[in-house]
């Protein structure tokens, strides 16, 4: 078996950074570390840590040295951005997420070596114990720093409205992050050549293009069917499905409870094994999640619970960082992307969750990230021209008159738009929204079909000349 690597290693190489401010090479980095880690996962970790900006890199191949980055941009988030200083939270050092005085000290106990934390089995009462609305992961004081941040202009609107108008850039962010996470080394620009021209990165291994494209399918089905999601069984399990496609041994194991023990990398948490308890206590958190009145608890109890419970074989936590963003899409808040979170800070924040139960250094992480997402998306919205208030108006009719145009291979005609719209659309609009219709299809590619609610199928069979013209 592959040797464990110390969960604190990063920290180890910090500390050695820091006492060398000119610098370290790789050899005198596997050298103070000998035994620990064999020289080809040291560098793949020390390429990991510099491009997330938790240490610093100068020069090539041998002449390349080590820098601690403390002193550095990477860990000067500072109250100037808007990070809310609540309930005590300070900056925390190696990466700059704030860290409450709680976080501080799970992330104390996280930090030690496996060998000084005791195993810990699945406890039933972390879930039971928690009674929707009275029980809190929030404080009223964050929930309402939260609403301020995520509050956009179309919270009248339809559910998904602000996470259709920024789309095409949500789209590659929380694939790209939350593959990120997994430990998936697509570069961000990678990330969009894939899903805006299906062109998949050269060197990288079949899954980690996978891995990405099941994202987009995964989001693009939340934002597609934002009015029929929610925490219920169905919108969850489908989710891992298109999260989990290809990407499993037996493909039955995809949107389907497991029957099997699984393991935790890094923790002495051991998951309960037991099928019944499984199906018992995933019903339950369903239960528990729906009954949740405030959108950003919601969230975060989903975030909290899914990977604590492991319903799936594989594929928890990935399942749970999109499910979080069920009830913001629904409610038009700004989504979640989990930009920029280092990956140890949030293996540590679910570290904590798994061995003792508690949320709070998950929390800071969870604020953390939604205020960078907040800032980065009304950026992004701000950017946008103002909806054209006729395809907002007819926004249904166009979803199914142009899905079922592709499905029925209809003609491309104003005739047969106009018989399709006949009972949807107002006499003196079909004009405009014959047109609108035609250009739409005109436009049609892989890339947006999901707005339209159609399959990669469907689309592959009407695009042939003789299908689109019939």
């Given amino acids: 078996m592959p040797k464990q690597l110390p969960t604190d290693l990063l920290d180890r190489v910090s500390a050695l950074l820091h006492e060398a401010p000119k610098g370290l090479t790789l050899a005198d980095i596997e050298n103070s570390l000998r035994g620990i880690v064999s020289r080809r996962s040291l560098q793949r970790r020390l390429d990991q840590w510099t491009r997330k900006n938790a240490i610093r890199a100068e020069g090539i191949r041998r002449g390349r040295r080590y820098f601690s980055a403390t002193a550095h941009e990477a860990h000067a988030i500072t109250p100037a951005t808007g990070t809310l200083n609540v309930q005590g939270r300070m900056p925390e050092v190696r990466s700059g997420i704030p860290i409450s005085s709680a976080g501080e000290e799970i992330q104390a106990f996280v930090r030690k070596p496996l060998a000084d934390r005791p195993p810990v089995g699945y406890q039933s009462s972390f879930l039971e114990n928690y009674i929707p609305n009275e029980t809190v992961y929030l404080s009223d004081v964050l929930k309402k720093h939260l609403h301020e941040l995520g509050r956009t202009p179309d919270s009248d609107r339809a559910a998904g409205t602000y996470a259709r108008e920024i789309l095409n850039r949500l789209l ?3 694939s790209w992050s939350s593959s990120r996470l997994e430990g998936n080394t ?45 925490v219920n069984r169905f919108t969850i399990t489908n989710l891992h499905a298109l999260l989990a496609d290809n990407l499993l041994t037996d493909p039955r194991n995809a949107g389907r409870l497991r029957l ?12 309960t094994a037991i099928p019944h308890v499984i199906e018992e206590e995933f019903s339950r958190l369903i239960e528990l999640g729906n009954a949740i009145r405030d959108p950003f608890e919601q969230s975060l109890f989903l975030m909290v619970h899914i990977p604590y419970l492991q319903p799936f074989v594989d594929v928890n936590k990935r399942t749970s960082r999109l499910s979080s963003n069920i009830p913001l899409i629904r409610r038009n808040l700004v989504p979640l992307s989990f930009l920029d979170v280092p990956e140890q800070s949030y293996i540590d ?122």
């Fill in 172 to 174: 590659i962010d929380l």
């Fill in 186 to 230: 697509y570069s961000l620009l990678d990330t969009r050549e894939l899903i805006e021209r299906g062109i998949a990165a050269e060197g990288k291994d079949a899954k980690e293009t996978q891995m990405i494209l099941n994202h987009k399918a995964a989001i693009e089905f939340l934002v597609g069917s934002a009015e029929e999601i929610g």
């Fill in 260 to 271: 099997t023990p699984v393991a935790i990398g890094s923790s002495t948490y051991i998951p």
């Fill in 349 to 470: 924040g679910l570290i904590g969750v798994y061995e003792l139960n508690r949320v709070e250094l998950l929390r800071d992480i969870y604020i953390w990230a939604y205020e960078r997402s907040a800032r980065q998306y009304k950026t992004v919205r701000d950017s946008l021209p103002e909806p054209d208030p006729f395809r907002l108006r007819y926004r249904s009719a166009l979803t199914e008159v142009i899905g079922e145009m592709v499905r029925r291979r209809v003609p491309l005609n104003e005739i047969a738009i106009a018989d399709l719209a006949r009972s949807i659309v107002e006499g003196a609009d079909m004009p405009t929204f014959t047109k609108l219709v035609l250009r739409e299809l005109e436009g049609l590619h892989e890339g947006n079909i999901a707005r339209f609610r159609l399959r990669p199928s469907e689309f592959a069979s009407w695009r042939t000349p003789q299908a689109r013209h019939q």
